[in-house]
């Protein structure tokens, strides 16, 4: 199971709301980035057969089987600082990160 902060669902909600249309949001793990694996966020309308779909406060997110083994016990987050702002993952599983954050091993 993966879960969503806070901060993270009321930026989703914003950016939901902007979409003008009733989406849910796709989270993904591909192969790529500097660290071999990398995460992949955008929306979809609908979930793709076999997809766990999570529900948080009217936002829907969609997971594949393949990425939920990787996502298993991760929260996205959202962060708004000095050094940056945009959607995180606290991922139990990875092992390291790269310096973006935006790549991961197991």
Do not use: H, W
Request: aromatic share 10%.
């Amino acid at each position: 199971m993966i879960t969503v902060s806070e901060k993270a669902l009321t930026k989703l909600k914003d950016v939901i709301k902007a979409q003008g249309k009733e989406v849910g949001l796709r989270v993904r793990v591909l192969g790529g980035g500097c660290s071999g694996l990398q995460y992949q966020m955008q929306f979809d309308e609908n979930p793709a057969p076999g997809d766990k779909v999570y529900e948080f406060d009217g936002v829907k997110v969609f997971v594949d089987l393949k990425s939920g083994l990787y996502l298993a016990g991760s929260q996205l987050d959202y962060e708004d600082g000095l050094m940056g702002k945009g959607f995180r993952f606290m991922n139990p599983n990875a092992k390291g990160t790269c310096g973006c954050g935006e790549s991961f091993t197991v």
